[in-house]
């Protein structure tokens, strides 16, 4: 159980300071990545804690983490959507949605949701130590494999269902993916199963830009040009995809 308690403070410690370095270059506004950093830190955060949920603490992250999550989704998506249409000679469309990111990542870096983030991961693990002592985390290890034994299994289900649904999939994928990262002293795949679910999540997040901008583009006018060849590289996308999950299903119903 020591061993346990001990690996999930040094992960909160490490993240608490890749979430201050985040807010940093925010701040600064130094690199084009900082913003992609602070939300997969978040992320890697949100995985960590799942298989936590019910200890002392864990709600107040869990709900600090969600709201800086949802504040920061739509400048990403909006960054990403211009760096891609810079990329494919769009400029003026990418151009437009860069000047509207103006001032944005200092915004976040100020934001009262990331503050209250970083207050309660600074204070997290004290409540760590404080169940521990007061033996509050017996069978911890038992209990974080266990919940990561059922996302195994809900991902094998979803995978499973000929009308899967590349959403609910991608979402999946994705917790699987940061947990095995997160705790791998409990991962029992073989080293192709991480690789495939990161060839599986970059497949279905290419379809899921995609998607999400043509859902734009039918309220966007400048985006008008950019239809067809969306439509194209979407279905590309569901291709790819399609075969990377084959390829996923097969290893998973090995293990």
Known sequence: MAAMIDHVVAQIVGLQIKLLS???RLAAQTDSE????????????RSLLRPLRGLPGVDQVEAAAKAV????????????LAAHLIAWHFPAAGAKRLAELEGVFVAVAASAELGRLLAVVDAFPQFLRAAQRQKLLRGLRRRVDKRLVKQWRK???A???????????????????????????????????????KEAQGALGDWHDHFQWL?????????????????????????VSDEVLDKLLAICSKQ
């Open 155 to 157: 991902l094998l289900e």
């Open 215 to 239: 859902l734009q583009a039918e309220q966007q006018a400048d985006l008008a040009p950019c239809v067809a060849g969306w439509q194209a590289a979407m279905k590309q996308a569901e291709q």
């Open 69 to 80: 999550g949802e504040l920061t989704t739509p400048f990403r998506d909006k960054e990403v």
């Open 159 to 197: 995978l499973r269902d000929p009308a899967h649904d590349r959403h609910r999939l991608r979402l999946l994928i994705k917790r699987v993916r940061y947990a095995h990262e997160a705790y791998p002293q409990l991962d029992r795949s073989p080293a192709k199963t991480a690789r495939c679910l």
């Open 34 to 45: 900082a913003l992609h950093d602070l939300r997969t830190s978040v992320r890697r955060l």
């Open 22 to 24: 985040c807010q940093a």
